[in-house]
């Protein structure tokens, strides 16, 4: 599937969020590296664009364009900072996505209405320090006391931690059922008992912030459950399905607009009487980046496509997470080349793209865990 090819409604989409990114928010994409924060009311621009509530019914204050518009949008917003769609896939993509999914009717309606149109922000809180790769080991307990449960543990690399007014976490009622005991909660910032820590320093991705999440007796009530007990591993596998195809079309567009600069570049570079792209050294690099970028595209649209028909997509989704963030670390790594010595200065964002890219291949699963799940599927019996 082309863009030529998409709906006429995704096609007006795609135009106006990209004009709304390169007069909006790339302007202030250096600040956002420099201060390792985004400020409020950039978000609030976001928000007012729409872009919280792409892939959700109207009902909820979405704008009801399912999983291939939220696909279509997102690759567009790979044109600016990485961290802008971070905050938007860990509040909306997987916190907000985790209610959707799991219901009530009654909790849906309680939270997405303030996560789709962003006025409030949300995170998704699973891995844990000794359960990463591993989710169905969680050690995170929730105990049923009454009308509440209570919560005892810790979360790791939580995604908006700092700035998060609502939490989707998953801990475990009964740890001897291992993966048949976890179980999803909303649990709100100010619930007494929790404790966020402070934000995490990383390679990349700054702006979007992360931290650790600390259970100490934090009281639950019983109506924040996300589901039915014991439901919260398949839940979060089904969240994660969403979450890996709007990474993966984040991955496309990044991996587009390298492609775009190098060739821009290529073409204005000159070494020994000619521009570089007149090398083939150079040349075949590109061709080969612009053939993956237009695979990896399809794969995605194909995958959101199919969600959208109601099919479950794992083994294409984690196809599509797969090859498309393994895609764009060959294109970021070829864009430092072609873009040589400049490519590796702080002056240009080609140096922030390489880094930014390189955890694509560990959050939301690792490449080795997508490898695992399509085996599985590629093995199961029947």
Request: charged share 25%; proline share 3%; aromatic share 8%.
């Amino acid at each position: 599937m082309t863009g030529s090819e998409l709906p006429e409604e995704l096609r007006l989409l795609q135009r106006s969020v990209r004009e709304f990114v390169e007069t909006r928010l790339q302007p202030r994409e250096y600040l956002i590296e420099d201060r390792d924060e985004i400020p409020r009311e950039l978000l609030d621009e976001v928000a007012a664009m729409g872009l919280f509530g792409i892939g959700y019914p109207e009902r909820y204050g979405g704008s009801g364009f399912g999983q291939l518009g939220y696909c279509v949008a997102v690759e567009q917003l790979a044109r600016a900072n990485a961290s802008l769609w971070n905050v938007i896939g860990g509040s909306v993509g997987l916190c907000g996505m985790t209610i959707q999914l799991g219901g009530p009717d009654e909790l849906r309606a309680r939270y997405l209405p303030a996560l789709v149109t962003g006025k409030k922000i949300g995170a998704y809180a699973l891995s844990e320090p000794g359960a990463g790769s591993d989710a169905g080991a969680l050690h995170t307990t929730a105990r049923r006391d009454g009308d509440r449960y209570v919560l005892d543990g810790a979360k790791t690399f939580i995604t908006n931690a700092p700035i998060a007014d609502v939490f989707a976490v998953f801990a475990t009622v009964d740890r001897e059922a291992g993966a048949k005991g976890i179980t999803g909660f909303v649990v709100e910032r100010d619930t007494a008992g929790l404790e966020v820590g402070p934000s995490d320093a990383k390679m990349g991705l700054h702006g979007s912030t992360t931290a650790q999440l600390f259970f100490r007796e934090a009281a639950v009530p019983a109506d924040q459950r996300i589901g039915e007990e014991g439901k919260g591993f398949e839940l979060a596998l089904r969240t994660l399905d969403h979450g890996r195809l709007g990474l993966a079309a984040h991955a496309v567009g990044a991996a587009q607009r390298l492609l775009e600069a190098s060739i821009s570049y290529a073409k204005g570079r000159t070494q020994f009487g000619r521009p570089i792209a007149a090398n083939q050294g150079v040349q075949w690099p590109l061709a080969d980046a612009a053939t993956e970028i237009h695979a990896a595209r399809l794969m995605v649209y194909d995958a959101a496509a199919r969600l959208d028909h109601g099919e479950r997509v794992t083994e294409r989704a984690a196809m599509a997470k797969l090859f498309a963030t393994e895609m764009l670390g060959r294109v970021a790594d070829t864009a430092v080349q072609v873009h040589g010595g400049m490519g590796y200065m702080k002056e240009l964002w080609i140096e922030r793209a390489y880094r930014d890219a390189r955890i694509y291949r560990i959050y939301e699963g690792t490449s080795e865990i997508q490898r695992v799940v399509i085996a599985a599927a590629l093995l199961a019996d029947g």
